[in-house]
């Protein structure tokens, strides 16, 4: 009799299904034991779909007088169909479909256990920018083919055996075993491939990354700690625009440390008015005139430590304290630049997080415009390319505004990032802001001044009123003044300064000028 049950039970099995196998195997050994089951489940594909249908039941008669067996089958399809979906929600990316950061850390768990003495691992967190702008703009299915794309590129240098997650929103997470000492040379160049536009029909799209690594077991030594380093690694790489791949080192940890208390204190800083803002003089090549000046902020922490907005300025950004920060600036310099003869202008720098709720920040330049009296004209909004190219049609749509105004448009920082000539010609700028390392290296480098020379010609076709920063020496004076670029602003001709000395300044005998050679 326990032969026919088997076979029975098999042929309606599919025949590689394992999981199928070991639920038959159980309930053909409940069955061959003849003592009562409960619940057992069995997985059958008969002819259309699969199903799962739970067994319990009772042998009649005695163990020497088997006379059969009492019992029910239920079908439990719907119910297994409901915990499979509840599984892949829990264990997978809905969107993408890969493993989620628990199912990925669980497999790394499992690899690093089953690994044995000797067994080495990188982890990778892969931080994607540009995918969700994909999805609101074209669609999911865009946004999958792309990521295919982005996944295949990492498989192919990072090898099939590689792990691959998706963490939190756009971050993938990467796997691999016993790498070879190529492996992070591979991950760099898969970083710095995606800084060309992926194509996809007749679109391309921008994807940014940064890549965060951790090495078992030298830099932790299991996935939580893994986890932790991979991500300060990956906070420390800045920018996603950057496409830098770092390894954690042991400082990291202090250094989140003193970022996450700046952070936490600039706030306060507003409050306690340690927040100032400095004037740096724009002078123009023609007439030798002060046409105006750019605000920079300052931040004295107390009277010996001032903080730099290199360094602070993006921390505002991260912790989203900028945009607080952002209207104060705006109400300052719209006020201090009240107090200027006609008709200087004031140059303010606006940050890319300021520009991603262009609402607000339409609100708060029309305020401080009103509160200050300031005609619109007398305002220039510096902006840096790498904000225009993260939120162009926001972007675009603010500046049309302002335009409109009567504010003048600036690009800062010229030439270090996409310098596309499509957002030159499409958006609605007055000047253009030549980026203070071409300046910097101008009269020891050909290829500077080549680059130099091109950008004014550019900015001349586009009617743009070119501006080199940074100048601090004689020689640059010359070369720029012989490629007919526009404005002077550099410490050669003025450091920023306080409100009260750059007011005395404006009043005072006229800052050094140095001779133009032209
Ligand atoms: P930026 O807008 O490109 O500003 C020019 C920077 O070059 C300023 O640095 C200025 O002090 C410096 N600089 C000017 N002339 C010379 C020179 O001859 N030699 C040298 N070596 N440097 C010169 P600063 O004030 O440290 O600001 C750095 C960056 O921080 C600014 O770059 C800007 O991106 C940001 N920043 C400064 N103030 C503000 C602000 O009020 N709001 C926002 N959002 N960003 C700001
Ligand atoms: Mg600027
Ligand atoms: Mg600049």
């Not at 000492?181 to 800084?195: N, S």
């Not at 700690?225 to 202090?254: E, I, M, P, Q, W």
């Not at 123009?284 to 009277?303: H, P, Q, S």
């Not at 220039?380 to 939120?391: F, M, P």
Request: aromatic share 8%; hydrophobic share 40%; with cysteine.
């Amino acid at each position: 009799m326990e032969k026919p049950v088997k076979e029975f039970i098999r042929s309606f099995q599919k025949q590689d299904d394992v999981e199928a196998a070991e639920m038959g195997d159980k309930l053909i050994e409940a069955i061959e034991r003849r003592e009562p089951f409960k619940n057992l489940e069995l997985k059958i594909a008969p002819r259309h779909g699969v199903h799962w249908v739970s067994y319990s039941a009772v042998p009649l008669g005695n163990r020497e007088n088997h006379k059969g067996w009492r019992g029910v089958g239920r079908d439990i399809t719907a119910q297994k169909e409901l915990e499979i979906q509840l599984y892949r929600q829990a264990n997978y990316n809905h969107f993408t479909g890969l493993p989620n950061r628990f199912r990925f850390s669980e497999s790394i768990n499992g690899r690093i256990k089953d690994g044995g003495a000797g067994y080495t691992g990188i982890l990778g967190i892969i931080r994607l920018g540009g995918l969700d702008k994909i999805r609101t703009n074209i669609g999911n299915s865009k946004n999958n083919e792309v990521m295919g794309q982005i996944i295949r590129k990492l498989t192919d240098g990072a090898g099939d055996n590689a792990l691959i997650g998706n963490l939190d929103g756009w971050d993938l997470g990467i796997w691999i075993d016993n790498p070879d000492i190529y492996l992070v040379d591979r991950l760099h160049q898969f970083a710095k491939d995606l800084k060309n536009p992926l194509r996809m029909d007749q679109d391309y799209f921008h994807i940014s990354c940064s890549i965060g690594l951790a090495f078992y077991p030298e830099d932790a030594n299991d996935k939580k700690g893994l986890f932790k380093a991979a991500d300060l690694a990956l906070n420390s790489a800045g920018s996603l625009l950057n496409h830098r791949v770092v390894r954690y080192t042991k400082t990291f940890g202090t250094q989140i440390q003193k970022r996450l208390n700046i952070m936490k204190e600039m706030p306060q800083a507003l409050g306690d008015q340690q927040f100032e803002m400095y004037y740096q003089p724009q002078i123009r090549r023609r007439t030798k005139e002060i046409i105006g000046a750019e605000a920079l902020i300052r931040w004295k922490k107390d009277d010996a430590l001032y903080v730099s907005p290199v360094d602070f300025i993006p921390l505002s950004e991260q912790s989203g304290f900028i945009i607080t920060l952002g209207e104060w600036i705006l109400e300052r310099i719209t006020r201090d630049a009240m107090t200027w003869p006609l008709p200087l202008q004031v140059a303010v720098n606006i940050s890319g997080v300021q520009l991603e709720d262009p609402g607000r920040l339409l609100r708060s330049l029309k305020n401080a415009l009103k509160k200050s009296g300031l005609p619109p004209e007398r305002l220039v909004v510096e902006i840096t390319e790498s904000a225009v190219v993260e939120r162009y049609n926001a972007v675009s749509g603010f500046l049309k505004n302002i335009k409109s105004w009567g504010v003048q448009i600036a690009l800062d920082d010229f030439g270090t990032g996409y310098s596309s000539l499509s957002y030159l010609q499409n958006l609605p700028l007055d000047k253009l802001k030549i980026d203070q390392s071409f300046i910097r290296n101008m009269h020891r480098d050909q290829k500077s001044e080549e680059i130099v020379h091109i950008i004014i010609l550019l900015a001349r076709t586009l009617s743009l009123t070119t501006m080199a920063e940074g100048i601090d020496k004689p020689e640059q004076v010359g070369i720029l003044g012989k490629l007919g670029c526009d404005v002077f602003q550099g410490f050669l001709y003025g450091k920023p300064l306080a409100i009260g000395d750059f007011v005395g300044m404006l009043n005072g005998p006229s800052p050094s000028q140095p001779s133009v050679a032209e």
